[in-house]
């Protein structure tokens, strides 16, 4: 599990990597917490996720409604896009969801 913050002027870029579980989550919240305040837009790199569950789902809620900033989620792990179908929230989080392809097309 980890989380990598860095940024330049107002944009902040955020990269979780591991599980973004219940277990993992007073970690990553902190950090991620003070990176959206710090900046007026931030996009979090969610590629690295490779297990997540409903407090992740949540703590995605509260970062994207409760900032009153820009946030973007971008390169969602399947982890990520799994949880997100099955919880029907894709469209409220309202960032575009890109599936790639696997194998040979």
Do not use: W, Y
């Amino acid at each position: 599990m980890g989380i990598e913050i860095s940024g330049h002027d107002s944009i902040g870029r955020v990269s979780i990597d591991g599980e973004l579980t219940v277990h993992t989550i007073a970690d990553i919240k902190t950090g991620l917490a003070l990176a959206v305040l710090e900046h007026e837009e931030t996009e979090i790199d969610l590629g690295g996720v490779e297990e997540m569950d409903t407090a992740g789902l949540q703590l995605m809620l509260m970062a994207k409604r409760c900032s009153g900033k820009t946030v973007r989620f971008v390169n969602h792990s399947e982890a990520v896009l799994r949880l997100l179908d099955l919880s029907n929230l894709g469209s409220t989080l309202g960032d575009p969801l890109l599936i790639a392809k696997h194998g040979n097309t």
